[in-house]
């Protein structure tokens, strides 16, 4: 398990979620970057924390990740940098992972994102 809690939210990422799209980054985020991104605490992990079939919950909110990107374990972990895409079609990039709802969750400074 690993968890992470959110300290701020760019000024862009509630249209990026009716995109369905969430972008996480920790807290070295660059400053271009902050507006379309989700800011939490987490620190550097060693090991996968996201696989194909496991969980991402942001709060009350659990989604089954369904297909997991080849540089999404390597940037998450190294810089809290993952792409969370909300959406049935198949497809995605190698940084980001795809959840089968295709409905971004409410996100509040002071949540917290688990992944299992």
Request: with cysteine; proline share 4%; net charge negative.
């Amino acid at each position: 398990m690993y968890s992470v809690k959110v300290t701020e939210i760019g000024t862009a990422v509630r249209a990026l979620m009716r995109e369905r799209i969430i972008i996480l980054f920790g807290p070295a985020a660059p400053i271009e970057l902050r507006d379309i991104c989700v800011i939490h605490d987490g620190a550097p992990v060693a090991g996968d924390v996201i696989k194909r079939g496991g969980t991402i919950a942001f709060g009350n909110h659990a989604y089954k990740i369904v297909e997991v990107g080849d540089a999404a374990n390597e940037n998450f972990i190294s810089l809290g940098h993952l792409t969370i895409n909300f959406s049935k079609d198949a497809g995605i990039l190698p940084g980001s992972i795809r959840v089968g709802i295709e409905e971004a969750p409410e996100i509040s400074v002071g949540d917290t994102i688990v992944c299992l």
